[in-house]
T-cell receptor, first 115, second 113 residues
Framework: NAGVMQNPRHLVRRRGQEARLRCSPM?????VYWYRQLPEEGLKFMVY????????ESGMPKERFSAEFPKEGPSILRIQQVVRGDSAAYFC?????????????FGQGTRLTVV | AQSVTQLDSHVSVSEGTPVLLRCNYS??????LFWYVQHPNKGLQLLLK??????LVKGINGFEAEFKKSETSFHLTKPSAHMSDAAEYFC???????????FGQGTELSVKP
């Protein structure tokens, strides 16, 4: 059973371009969470999705950021018109149920660098 | 609202000596608490979790943590540090309403030979 797979591992974008980050949850997991880690900081929650539904997007910036988790395929975190401040590590986690007591399994992360 | 505070941003110990990483939490509910470890440029690995069963929780690699409700603490300990323990450690509380995780700022553990 493969773990949570994120790709790409590293992504370099010029200011103004779009960044697409992909996350394939563990098999059997229907709950996906995205977190952002800025340099020297802990992880900050961005969005929680269940298949085809956004459950909680309270941590998402109001503009340029969007996320989806389609019925088929990976979850996508999309950042439009990237700026330098978007440079960070983006982690995806999945769980079989709403997290609470359940361990969330994390991917290796995508490290986005905006130049 | 739930939150966690890690009291030390950096801890340095010598190999073979005890490790103590401190964490205090704030929660309106009976919390679920976790410790995760992150090695450089790697993902996060769960060390242990507290879910209202035993207050002393044993995890992987010899780590353990004790839930103390009266002190709202969940400190992480290990009797004897190993070089491979050098990493970033995160104390985490689960939002029991929505399921998301709330991370502390992290404590960087250095282990000297």
């Amino acid at each position: 059973n493969a773990g949570v797979m994120q790709n790409p591992r590293h992504l370099v974008r010029r200011r103004g371009q779009e960044a697409r980050l992909r996350c394939s949850p563990m098999k059997g997991h229907s709950h996906v969470y995205w977190y952002r880690q800025l340099p020297e900081e802990g992880l900050k929650f961005m969005v929680y999705l269940q298949k085809e539904n956004i459950i909680d997007e309270s941590g998402m910036p109001k503009e340029r950021f969007s996320a989806e988790f389609p019925k088929e395929g990976p979850s996508i975190l999309r950042i439009q018109q990237v700026v330098r401040g978007d440079s960070a590590a983006y982690f995806c986690a999945s769980s079989p149920t709403k997290q609470q007591n359940t361990e969330a399994f994390f991917g290796q992360g995508t490290r986005l660098t905006v130049v | 609202a739930q939150s966690v505070t890690q009291l030390d941003s950096h801890v340095s110990v010598s190999e073979g000596t005890p490790v103590l990483l401190r964490c205090n939490y704030s929660s309106s509910y009976s919390p679920s608490l976790f410790w995760y470890v992150q090695h450089p440029n790697k993902g996060l690995q769960l060390l242990l979790k507290y879910t209202s069963a035993a207050t002393l929780v044993k995890g992987i690699n010899g780590f353990e943590a004790e839930f103390k409700k009266s002190e709202t603490s969940f400190h992480l300990t290990k009797p004897s540090a190993h070089m491979s323990d050098a990493a970033e450690y995160f104390c985490v509380v689960s939002d029991n309403q929505g399921g998301k995780l709330i991370f502390g700022q992290g404590t960087e553990l250095s282990v000297k030979p």
